[in-house]
């Protein structure tokens, strides 16, 4: 196993993610991101210059028109695409350093993924499908379908083991989706619209059951929203326009507007 990615793994995990010694406060670090695409003769400039520093146990919104940048940013810190210039520390792990094995290993290990569209494989159950990353992981099969069983119960599907994707609601696929992020103990989850196929009180749900997880178990919860009402739940409230970050609202501040945003029911 890669030195560094298991030095990755050790400062970053554990059920509290508690700050071992020397470590610093910031579980993900991001230093001037520019992140362009090509398209024929045509350049779209999607992060122009974010930097941004997330604190472990962190529940954090990033807001912004669509196109804005914020998947771009997600792909970026998730260890699914790469900058044109700056770069993404995790767990003070600077990410461009590690070759394709200690990246695998990081995203498997360190880094949950919720996606708006859930993402499932069909042909598989929501015990297989949360069991899926701990055999990525190379864990004990029965210690896999153990923790897949406790997640599955977690989110409220312990009735629902051995339904296939096809056979449970959209709330019901994104909580299978939710378990699965969190299959291998991560320290970061990253929710990209996690609520943006579902309906407002399956939204509320799902938004309650980050925070729970958020609170009760310190993951770091960054996530990617349209959606008003994960403001509420949030410690800062990060707005991106124009692939920049463009304001930064902190916990305080959010509580002053939070009753006028309560009554939107912004779907967008
Ligand atoms: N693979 C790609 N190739 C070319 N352009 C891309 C690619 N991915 C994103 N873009 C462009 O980069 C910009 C930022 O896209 P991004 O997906 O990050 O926006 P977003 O803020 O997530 O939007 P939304 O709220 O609609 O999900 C957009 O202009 C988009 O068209
Ligand atoms: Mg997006």
Redesign the pocket.
């Known amino acids: 196993m890669a030195v560094i990615a298991e030095d990755v793994v050790a400062a970053g995990n554990g059920a509290n993610n508690k700050k071992p010694g020397g470590q610093t406060e910031y579980v993900v670090r991001a230093k001037d991101l520019v992140?362009e695409?090509?398209?024929g003769q045509e350049t779209?400039?999607?992060?122009n210059g974010v930097s941004l520093d997330i604190k472990r146990g962190e529940y954090l919104s990033i807001m912004?028109?669509?196109?804005?940048?914020?998947?771009?940013?997600?792909?970026m810190i998730g260890g699914l695409?790469k900058p044109n210039n700056g770069s993404v520390f995790i767990n003070d792990v600077d990410m461009a350093q590690l070759d394709a094995q200690e990246l695998a290993f990081l995203r498997c290990h360190t880094i949950g993924y919720i996606f708006?569209s859930f993402n499932l494989i069909p042909v598989m159950t929501a015990l297989e499908n949360v069991q899926l990353p701990t055999i990525f992981a190379g864990k004990p099969s029965e210690d896999g379908t153990a923790r897949a069983m406790e997640l599955l119960e977690i989110v409220g599907l312990g009735h629902r083991l051995h339904h296939k994707p096809s056979e449970l609601s959209g709330g019901q696929q994104q909580r299978v989706a939710i378990a699965r992020s969190l299959a291998n103990n991560p320290s970061i989850v990253l929710a990209?619209?996690p609520t943006?196929n579902l309906d407002l009180k399956t939204g509320t749900e799902i938004i309650a059951l980050l925070r729970k997880l958020n609170k009760e178990q310190g993951v770091t919860i960054i996530s990617?929203t349209?959606d008003h009402k994960m403001v509420d739940v949030s410690d800062r409230v990060v707005w991106?326009r124009d692939?920049r970050v463009d304001k930064i609202e902190l916990r305080e501040d959010i509580d002053l507007h939070i009753g006028s945003m309560g009554n939107e029911e912004d779907e967008a």
């Open positions: 992140k695409f090509q398209m779209t400039r999607a992060l912004g028109p669509s196109g804005s940048g914020k998947s771009t940013f997600f792909n695409d708006q990209d619209e943006g990617a349209h991106i692939g």
